[in-house]
C-alpha cells in the first residue's frame, strides 16, 4: 500500500497493533506507521460498523481514530509512535469499561 | 537536522505563562510569520500547533527534511525552513503537539472585550491561557469530494498522501489512481513520480467549461510566477502517466476496501482495479475557529465556500481575533506569509508597542508584496472550480456526512421535510454531529440544501458551531482550574436557558 523511501528509516521504534508488533520510524505519525505496516483500516464506524482507515492525515477528518494504551478515540495522525506503545482498533462506538456503570 | 527545532519549544503545557500578548493558533506559514513579528516588536509570544515540528501542512516536517526530501518535494517546500528557523529563533513561546479548543472572551468593567481565554490540552492535560490578541492561522483542509465509496479504506485525500510523504517518506505503492481537479492534484502527481510510484492514472475532472470561462484571467495569470511553473509540472505529469480529461462522473467500489475506481468521460463509463485513490477538489478555508467565535462569515462565490470578514490587519469583526492565510480566504502559501507578518504588525500596533503611522509603514511593502503574490488565483481559481456535481451529490445514495452515515438522498428528503437549513439539519439526521463537527460535510450539506431549496448557498448559511472545537475527554475537562470568565460563561447560558421562576413554577 504504502513503503517508505530508503532515506527515511531512521531510529527505529516497535510497538504492536491489535497485540501485532510494528516496526516504525521514530516521528512517525501512528496513523503513518499504520500506512507504511500495510495497514487500511484501523476502527469500524459506530452507525454500520463499516470499516474506515485514515483520510486527510492532518487531525480534521477523524476517520483514523484509534485505541492508544487503552485510551479510545485517539486521531492516529496527531500521536507520534511510541516505542512500546499498543495500539487498537476502535471497534464502534467506545464502550465503557463494565465497572464504570455499577 | 532536528538541530534547533527544540529551541524555543515548551515542554509541558504546565510551563506555559498564563497570559500573553498574542496566541497565534496554527505553525503553517501565517502562524510562524504572524508570531515571529509580534515577538520582534516585544511582544509576549504563544504559538501553539498540533504537530510535532513547525511548517503546518504546506511545509510540514520542513525541519526535519534532508536532500532527499528536498529532491523529492521541490524548492517551494524548501523555502518553509527560513520561515521556521526564523520563528524558532525569535523569543516567541512555542508549544507543540497541542490542540486549541476554546477561546471566550473576557471583559472589561463597561462590558467590552478586553482579552480571551484560549483552551488547549496537550498529553492528556488542559489549561486556560490568557490572550490580549489572537491570531488564527487555523489554515484550509481539502473540499470535501463526495462520490460513492469515498469512504473505503484505501480512499484517501491527495493532501493525506502528501503530507505522508513530506512527513514519514511514504510513497503509495500498487495501482495508485489520482482523480480530482485543481493544481495540487499535478504537483502531487509529479512529487509521487519523482519519488518512484507508480500513478495508473489521473483522472481530470475539470469541467471544460471553465477553460472558456477562465480565459479572460489568463494575461494576468501568464505574468505570474505560477505559470511557468503550472506549465512545467502539467508537461512532466502529461510525459509520464495516463492522464484522462473531461471526466464527469467517479465511484470507489469494493467491499471493506478499495478493490475498483470507476469513471465516465466523453460520454464512456470505464474501470481499473485500483489499491489507493487520492482525491483532491481544492482546498477551502477551516472556519470552525471563526464560526464558533461568532465571527462574520460570507459566502465567496468564486471560492465556493464561506470565509470570514477580515479588514486591512486581518481582524475579523471580533475584537482581539485576526485571522490570516488561506483560513480568511485561499490564496497561497506565499500570500499567508505576508497576511500572517500583517497581522502580527497590528497586534503590536493595537499593543501599543509601535504606533499607527510606524505600522501603516511597515505594512506598506507587505502589502505590495501581497498582491503580488495574489497575481494569477482568479485564473486557477475559475479554472479549477469544481463541477456542481462533484459538490452536489446526484446519486441518492452517496453519503455525505461521513460520521453519521448520511446519504444525499436522506438529506434531500429532510429538506423536503422541513429542514430548510444545516442546523434543522443537524436534529432532523445529525449530520455534522460526529466528530469531524462538520469539516467534511458541511460545504456538501449547504450546497445541497441550497440546491434542493433553489437558493443560494449564502441563504442557507452553515453550521453554527460551539466550542469545544475539537472533542476533548471529560477528564481533560474536569480538571480544568475554573476561571471567572469561565464561571461567568456558564452563567450566562444557564439564564438563558433556564429563566428564573417565582415560587409557583412561572417564568419571572
Partial sequence: MFRRAPDRMRDQVTFTFDGNPIVAAAGDSVA???????IQACRTTPVSGAPRGPYCMMGVCFECLVRIDGVGNRQGCLVPVREGMKVETQKGSYALPAEAGQ | MMVGVESAQIGRIDDLAGDYDVVVIGAGPSGLRAATTASEFGAQVLLVDENQTPGGQIYRSVLRAQEADRRRLGEDYWRGRAIAEAFLRSDAHYSPMTTAWSIVPFHGESGEIIGHEVGISAAGKTRLIRTKQIVLGTGALERPFPVPGWTLPGVMTAGAAQIALKASGLIPEGRVVIAGTGPLLYLLAAQLIDAGATISAVLDTTPKANWRKALRYLPEFLASPYAIKGMKLLCSVLRRTKVV???SSLSAEGEGALKEVVWRANGREQRVPADILLLHQGIVPNINFSNALGCEHEWDERQLAFRPRVDKWYRTSVPGIAITGDGAGIQGAEAAALQGALAGLGCAVRLGLIDIESGERRAAPLRSQLRKASRGRAFL????????????????????????????????????????????????????MGPCQGRLCGLTVTELIANERGVGPNEVGYYRLRFPIKPLRLSELASLPQSEAAKAAVLADLADTHPPKNGRGERL
Fill in chain 2, 245 to 247: 480529461r473531461w471526466v
Fill in chain 1, 32 to 38: 503513518a506507521a499504520l500506512l507504511a505496516a500495510g
Fill in chain 2, 381 to 432: 481559481e475559475v479554472l479549477y472550480r469544481p463541477a456542481e456535481s462533484f459538490r452536489i451529490p446526484q446519486n441518492p445514495n452517496t453519503i455525505v456526512c461521513r460520521c453519521e452515515e448520511i446519504s444525499a438522498g436522506q438529506i434531500r428528503s429532510s429538506v423536503d421535510a422541513g429542514a430548510i437549513g444545516p442546523n434543522q439539519m443537524k436534529v432532523f439526521l445529525r449530520t455534522g
